[in-house]
């Protein structure tokens, strides 16, 4: 519904990527929630300053409405120090923020909902994988009812192969790129965040127009499916062994809701702890994509 007058609004709610450690949840916006963001703009440069553009756009024109801001980062403060704690410098956490922080937290938090909605179960009794997979990708582990780990880290760069994001690398290969082609920091940050990824392996960042691609034969698409399949099954495998088995495995955004194949080429591994699709329900985009029995 479209509003027809600005005084039907109760209130205006703004996505915020990056909350670093300052916020565990959405928060009304108050002058400290906005110093806050801005602290974490080090953090998110490309997203954050936008972010309270908009905050500062609506406290000028609705001075008296209330706001909410809404962070990607909140629902993986939950995440424990062994999973978001990298083997640097202490001083690199300390004084800079270096950590894994994970992204995609309004996606992963409300499909984990959802999915135990599904099942009939409380989100506290099941251990769940969910995989945003988008544009942008990422997984997430959900046990006790709350994110454990997930694929993306301290940047949404790291984890899984996206459209046009690289995902995890040896971290030596930016600095060999510069010092070996004499590359600046911004080319190499360049390269990886939007000419990497499925655009790098098959000239086509559109998980459709590989698909597609790959039905008419064309390598560079076929090997870019495979890649990007087995990047997600590593993750759901060691998700699996974090948290000591797997009640539900969850499929989002715009690839993991509506390609049927590729929810079956990454769940085919997963046979030896008893899952098992349902051909015509997963053909059918149906909630639940496995068989009666399927102990997944």
Do not use: W
Not at 34 to 51: F, G, Q
Not at 76 to 94: G, N
Not at 130 to 158: E, W
Not at 229 to 245: L, P, R, T, V, W
């Amino acid at each position: 519904a479209v509003l027809t007058s600005l005084d039907e609004r109760s209130g205006v709610g703004h996505r915020v990527v990056h909350g670093g450690e300052d916020f565990t949840s959405s928060v009304v916006v108050t002058r400290d929630v906005v110093k806050a963001i801005e602290r974490n703009s080090m953090l998110a440069p490309l997203h954050n300053p936008p972010n309270l553009m908009g905050i500062k756009a609506i406290t000028a024109l609705l001075p008296d409405t209330p706001q909410v801001a809404v962070f990607d980062t909140a629902v993986h403060q939950s995440m424990p120090k062994k999973a978001y704690m990298y083997a640097l410098p202490r001083a690199q956490y300390t004084n800079y923020k270096i950590r894994k922080y994970g992204f995609h937290g309004t996606s992963h938090g409300y499909v984990a909902k959802k999915a135990a909605e599904a099942l009939g179960k409380p989100l506290e009794d099941l251990k769940l994988i969910t995989c945003h997979l988008g544009n942008g990708g990422s997984l997430a582990a959900f046990m006790d009812g709350h994110s454990v780990d997930t694929s993306m880290g301290f940047t949404p760069l790291d984890g899984i192969i996206m459209g046009t994001r690289s995902g995890t690398l040896d971290p030596y290969i930016p600095l060999h790129i510069m010092e070996s082609q004499e590359l600046s920091p911004a080319q190499v940050s360049t390269m990886l965040n939007k000419h990497g990824g499925l655009l790098a392996i098959s000239g086509k960042s559109d998980m459709r127009d590989n698909v597609q691609g790959a039905a008419e034969g064309d390598k560079g698409c076929q090997l870019a499916i495979e890649m990007f399949c087995y990047s997600i099954q590593k993750y759901i495998g060691s998700y699996i062994a974090a948290m000591n088995g797997v009640d539900g495995i969850v499929f989002t955004a715009g690839v993991g809701e509506n390609n049927p194949r590729l929810r079956e080429k990454i769940l085919e591994n997963f046979s030896f702890i008893g899952l098992k699709v349902d051909e015509e329900r997963n053909n059918a985009n149906e909630t639940v994509i496995t068989t009666d029995d399927s102990k997944v």
